[in-house]
Nanobody, 114 residues
Framework: QVQLVESGGGLVQPGGSLRLSCVAS????????MRWHRQAPGKERELVAH????????NYKDSVKGRFTISRDNAKNTVYLQMNTLKPEDTAVYYC???????WGQGTQVTVSS
């Protein structure tokens, strides 16, 4: 059974940091490119970051470049999203996706507010 379980979301003040984790099971994680997406209330889901199977190719949404870092640990079947200098407009539900096979996690809420 395929599972993608996100964690690490929460409430943070503007300028703060959070680290999201997504633990995968049920497929060969090291063979899969992974992505983080987000969906804010009333808006469409958008791609935030992409990482290739071995981590050699990484891409970011323009608005998060220099603030967010995607990484992966294939030994732990985990992909991370380090989010620094958070802004209120980063508030959304963040979803982990196995891009190679189309699997999705259930999402974790990130709220940036003073």
């Amino acid at each position: 059974q395929v599972q993608l379980v996100e964690s690490g979301g929460g409430l943070v003040q503007p300028g703060g940091s959070l680290r999201l984790s997504c633990v995968a099971s049920g497929f060969t994680f090291s063979n899969a490119a992974m992505r983080w997406h987000r969906q804010a209330p009333g808006k469409e889901r958008e791609l935030v970051a992409h990482i290739s199977r071995a981590g050699a190719i990484i891409n970011y949404k323009d608005s998060v470049k220099g603030r967010f870092t995607i990484s992966r640990d294939n030994a732990k079947n985990t992909v991370y999203l380090q989010m620094n200098t958070l802004k209120p407009e980063d508030t959304a539900v963040y979803y982990c996706q196995c891009f190679s096979y189309g699997y999705w996690g259930q999402g974790t809420q990130v709220t940036v507010s003073s």
